[in-house]
């Protein structure tokens, strides 16, 4: 079957612009996460959707960050202003329930110039 | 707290022995062990539930310790294909019904001919 899906795979802009990432989930994986990784280092955690509501989102790092899941199937992250510090790639993963193992879409590579 | 992971890199010859570490100050759920590629989405590879259990898939297997939280990845005989950064995520309670998987910063393994 179809894995985690992402996109787009790449997309630059502007400091200072707004972004929207989309994530389509593992059919039937009603958890979802979404991380963030620079060069070198592990995923970084972001916030994790239980169905459609966002169970945890303590990893989001300030209020120009923000995620939906409105109908407990694909995801959008959303970022608003964005700033150079938030290049990075932006991964999606998705679990049949929370704990399981995750599933991992290939990451949307973000590039503010 | 982000999980500790040693060694940083190691360059092993093909059928060579190796063994990846993972310590945590938290008290953790369960460990689980990815790899990733180059380029790609990090790939699920064995998930350990607390208890001191090890698992083994092919001639890669894990273990826990759960009183010392720390996990070791074991890859014996290594094979081309093993090459790739290992990581670990330690899943552990976050508050608020929430379990947070967070990543230590990888273990680059390069596998010579």
């Known amino acids: 079957g179809a894995g985690v899906s992402q996109t787009p795979s790449n997309k630059v802009t502007e400091k200072g612009k707004y972004v929207e990432l989309r994530c389509d989930p593992i059919s039937g994986h009603t958890a979802l996460y979404w991380y963030r990784q620079s060069l070198g280092q592990g995923p970084e955690f972001l916030i994790y959707f239980q169905g459609t509501g966002a169970a945890d989102d303590s990893g989001l790092p300030n209020d120009r960050f923000f995620a939906v899941r409105p109908e407990g199937s694909v995801s959008t992250l959303k970022i608003q202003r964005t700033e150079r510090g938030d290049s990075a790639v932006y991964l999606c993963a998705s679990s049949y329930q929370a704990g399981q193992p995750q599933h991992f879409g290939d990451g949307t590579r973000l590039s503010i110039l | 707290q982000q999980p500790v992971q040693s060694p940083q890199a190691v360059i092993l010859r093909e059928g060579e022995d190796a063994v990846i570490n993972c310590s945590s100050s938290k008290a953790l759920y369960s460990v689980h062990w990815y790899r990733q590629k180059h380029g790609e989405a990090p790939v699920f590879l064995m998930i350990?539930?607390?208890?001191?259990e090890q698992k083994g898939h092919d001639k890669i297997s894990a273990s826990f310790n759960e009183k010392k939280q720390q996990s070791s990845l074991y890859l014996t005989a290594s094979q081309l294909s093993y090459s790739g950064t290992y990581f670990c995520?330690?899943?552990?309670?976050?508050?608020?019904?929430?379990?947070?998987?967070?990543f230590g910063k990888g273990t680059k393994l390069s596998v010579i001919p």
């Open positions: 350990l539930l607390k208890g001191g």
């Open positions: 995520g330690t899943l552990a309670y976050s508050g608020a019904g929430s379990y947070q998987l967070t």
